[in-house]
């Protein structure tokens, strides 16, 4: 089991726990839309964190972002399973071949 695969197994066990007493059941609360904004608030807070070049703070950012990204997942009834698939399926593809069968 990879660390995503616990945080995921967490945040299903959280969802449903008290608004008061759990980040994840008071953002799951706040609605699909909300958890959206959170994932792209922490992703541009790496992409600069990235920039400012300190590695231990992109590492936090991108746990942030992981975190989050996981919460939306699970909202939307996907796993990491399913990410992971689609991942596998792309292994050993050239990105370039990627690129050129989504514009076609
Ligand atoms: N990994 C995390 C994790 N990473 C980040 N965060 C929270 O994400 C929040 C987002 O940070 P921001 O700086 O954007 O803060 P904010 O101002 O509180 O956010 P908003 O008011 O804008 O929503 C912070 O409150 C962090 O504590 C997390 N909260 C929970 N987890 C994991 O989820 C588990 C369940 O958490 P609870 O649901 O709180 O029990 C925990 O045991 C952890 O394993």
New binding site residues.
Partial sequence: MTAIDT?YA??LE?RA?DPS???????TG?GRA?IAQ?VG??AVETALAAVGGDRAQIAAES??LL??LCVLWADCDLSPQDIYAVLEQRQGRSGLAEKASRSS
């Avoid at 007493?21 to 953002?27: C, G, K, P, R």
């Fill in positions: 945080l967490t945040i959280r726990a007493e759990s980040y994840v059941a008071a953002l706040k909300k959170k608030e922490e746990a942030d975190f989050h």
